[in-house]
């Protein structure tokens, strides 16, 4: 059902309307592990009930659930990240972003009846604390790194803001601090600079030297005048070139500060995002759903598979497709326990086994699927032996892979499981190919362990005197 190489031609691609990188995870794990209870599924199958109905009588819940999932960023990874210390300024702002939209999520499911949304909506906490902290200390736009500086708010830390706000008017503070000092000495051309050699200085002209105050101390004598330096200026002069590094350290303080801060919701905002990712995959069911016209199929402790005019899913939805013919199954697992399909190459025989082992899969998962009625019992397994491949690197050639998964099929089906075998026995001559054939079609339909429901496709027409 997961096609890696082209993810729009298989299941997983298909049923993908997700909003969220959890709920795009949280269905690749549904479609690999389909349920095997009937509750649990017709949880599912209640709370996509339910968003179609709203989607029909209160548009505005499922766009809200629409609108705000895909503002919802990747909590799970944003969480490991923050907890192991690695993630950067703007993952805090992603999360917070992403807590934002909570309280919003939470009201659209207040009103919920189904089991699994009620459920959802109790584990679902808007983290308003959590928002805070972040928002009161981060700025909306932060750097990458800790090290680029400008992370924190103005008013968050006030000795950070001093420091700051020294770097950034240094040149103001000593333009004010000159001319205070030439009203405080009535000297006009009194200066204060900077070298890198000396630091700050306050300069004057040799014949104004004797007027300078007594606290002023003497720092160098140059052919052009005379340099001094104040307490004031000195304090100024290691608070400015102590800055950046003061600047750096306290960030990389609160920084580690507010870390451990958000670290402290970790386990709580798990949960939402678990929550989060049930939503949004039952969401994008409810989706595909309406956009393809799926039914609600009847799940039970039965035997029974059928499935009226099913549709296979994915070849119906490939643009190319003017129309899919529907067809029927009907398996009970006692006196119609395999099906035999015979018939020219591109009769439709693959299509149709794979079809009916796409929709026990869809129906498991607890989705509508492509069909006018459905009773599908809870099935234990899907096995299938389709396709020619070999594995020379193991010495196994294409016709012994074949029998080996056979082999394995047979081992391991049980009544309620599910087999699907396309055009057992190629790969070696007719008579042994149709041999073959016949005594795994045979085997399956008396095994000791009780009958599994097979749809088996051959061109070996012999098969139908098995009937």
């Known amino acids: 059902p997961i096609d890696k190489n082209n993810p729009h031609n298989c299941l997983f691609g298909l049923l993908d309307e ?21 509750a649990p599924i017709l ?24 609108e705000k999932l895909e503002n919802v960023r990747d909590l799970e990874r944003q969480m490991y990240r923050i907890k192991t210390g690695s993630a950067g300024p703007k ?22 009846s189904s089991d699994l949304l009620v459920a959802l909506y109790e584990k679902i906490d808007i983290h308003a604390a959590c928002t805070k902290r972040i928002k009161e200390a981060l700025v909306d736009n932060p750097p990458f790194r800790i090290s680029d500086g400008g992370l924190f708010r103005p008013g968050y830390c006030q000795e950070l803001d001093e420091l700051q706000s020294l770097r950034a008017n240094s040149q103001e503070w000593l333009v004010s601090y000159q001319n205070a000092l030439r009203q405080e000495t009535g000297i006009k ?4 600079g900077f070298t890198k050699v000396f630091g700050y200085y306050i300069e004057v002209s040799h014949a104004q030297a004797g007027n300078m105050p007594a606290r002023l101390q003497r720092r160098q004598t140059l052919t052009s005048g005379e340099r001094f330096i104040s307490p004031e200026l000195k304090e100024y002069e290691d608070k400015i070139l102590s800055a950046d590094s003061r600047i750096a350290e306290l960030e990389q303080k609160l920084f580690t500060q507010l870390r451990a801060d958000v670290a402290e919701w970790h386990e709580s905002i798990l949960q939402t995002a678990a929550a989060l990712a049930r939503l949004d995959c039952l969401r994008s069911l409810s989706i595909v759903a309406k956009k393809r016209g799926y039914f609600r199929p009847c799940i039970d402790t039965s035997r029974i598979l059928w499935i009226k005019e099913g549709r296979h899913p994915i070849i119906e939805a490939l643009p190319h497709t003017s129309r899919f013919i529907e067809n029927d199954v009907y398996l ?7 099906m035999c399909l015979t018939g020219p190459n591109m009769a439709g025989k693959s299509t149709f086994i794979r079809q009916t082992a796409l929709l026990v899969i869809m129906a498991q998962l ?83 362990r009780g009958k599994p429901k097979t749809l088996f496709a051959t061109h070996y027409y012999e098969l139908t005197a098995l009937e």
Request: glycine share 6%; aromatic share 6%; net charge negative.
């Open 91 to 112: 993952e805090y702002v992603q999360l917070r972003i992403s807590c934002e939209q909570l309280p919003f999520i939470r009201e659209a499911l207040r009103a919920s």
């Open 366 to 448: 607890g989705s509508f699927i492509p069909a006018r009625e459905a009773r599908i019992g809870i099935v234990d397994k899907v096995f299938s032996r389709i396709g020619a491949s070999d594995d020379l690197a193991r010495g196994q050639s294409t016709f012994m892979v074949e029998m080996a998964e056979t082999a394995s099929i047979l081992h391991q089906a049980t009544e309620r499981s599910l087999v699907i075998l396309d055009e057992i026995g190629r790969g070696t001559s007719t008579y042994d190919g149709i041999s073959i054939a016949w005594a795994v079609a045979e085997y399956l339909i008396r095994s000791d």
């Open 332 to 338: 009970d697992g006692e006196s119609q326990a395999l």
């Open 189 to 192: 051309t009194l200066k204060v």
């Open 43 to 66: 949880a599912r199958q209640s709370a996509i009930a339910e968003l179609l109905e709203l989607e029909n009588v209160r548009p505005d819940v499922v766009s809200c659930f629409d």
């Open 18 to 38: 997700t909003k969220t990188p959890m709920g795009a995870r949280l269905l690749k794990q549904w479609l690999k592990s389909p349920l095997v209870e009937v």
